[in-house]
Antibody, heavy 125, light 107 residues
Framework: EVHLLESGGGLVQPGGSLRLSCAAS????????MSWVRQAPGKGLEWVSI????????TDADSVKGRFYISRDNSKNTLDLLMDDLRADDTAVYYC??????????????????WGQGTLVTVSS | EIVMTQSPVTLSVSPGERATLSCRAS??????LAWYQQKPGQAPRLLIH???TRATGIPARFSGSGSGTEFTLTISSLQSEDFAVYSC?????????FGGGTRVEIK
């Protein structure tokens, strides 16, 4: 059974940093792209960042580019998100998600087949 | 970016009735569309991918249809465990984008 468990959320001041982690089990972690998706209070889901199976390629949403850094350790089956220069609008539940990445021709298409329960990040003074 | 718009925001349905949820894309996403179910405090759950393919273990009462810019999720006969928030996601283009969700509540 696939299991994704996020940790590291909490209260942080604007401009501060936080590292989220996701522990994965139940599948071949090193063969799967992984992603972070967030949901602000009362809002819809927002894709944040994705990392390839090997960790050699990452893509970020414009809203977090240059502030958030996704990484993974395939030897430990863990996914991380380092968040710097946090702002109030980064307040959200952050979900770790296992990606299904389809390669069709030269293009990639990604949806998410398993999600964690999320960890809450609150940015406030 | 492609904007996904879901309607209605809230749908009140009696158990056993049919629920029809809509998702519209601001430009064509072909059939690169997924649907997810969210319950409070639980992980989101993949229901449908490729606009109409049920994910593993999803009951047959859930069905998806549509292509291009207009999509529908139908729950043929609502069970008590189906009252939740449903979100669509396009994966035709980057950035990946989600709709704002439809809450299905008990009438």
């Amino acid at each position: 059974e696939v299991h994704l468990l996020e940790s590291g959320g909490g209260l942080v001041q604007p401009g501060g940093s936080l590292r989220l982690s996701c522990a994965a089990s139940g599948f071949t972690f090193g063969s799967c792209a992984m992603s972070w998706v967030r949901q602000a209070p009362g809002k819809g889901l927002e894709w944040v960042s994705i990392i390839s199976a090997s960790g050699g390629s990452t893509t970020d949403a414009d809203s977090v580019k240059g502030r958030f850094y996704i990484s993974r350790d395939n030897s430990k089956n863990t996914l991380d998100l380092l968040m710097d220069d946090l702002r109030a609008d980064d307040t959200a539940v952050y979900y770790c998600a296992k990606a299904v990445h389809l390669y069709i021709g030269a293009s990639g298409y990604t949806y998410f087949d398993y999600w964690g329960q999320g960890t809450l990040v609150t940015v406030s003074s | 970016e492609i904007v996904m718009t879901q309607s209605p925001v809230t749908l009140s349905v009696s158990p056993g009735e049919r629920a029809t949820l809509s998702c519209r894309a601001s430009q064509s996403v072909r059939t690169y569309l997924a649907w997810y179910q969210q319950k409070p405090g639980q992980a989101p759950r993949l229901l449908i991918h490729g606009a109409s393919t049920r994910a593993t273990g999803i009951p047959a009462r859930f069905s998806g249809s549509g292509s291009g810019t207009e999509f529908t999720l139908t729950i043929s006969s609502l069970q008590s465990e189906d009252f939740a928030v449903y979100s669509c996601q396009q994966y035709n283009d980057w950035p990946l984008t989600f709709g704002g969700g439809t809450r299905v509540e008990i009438k």
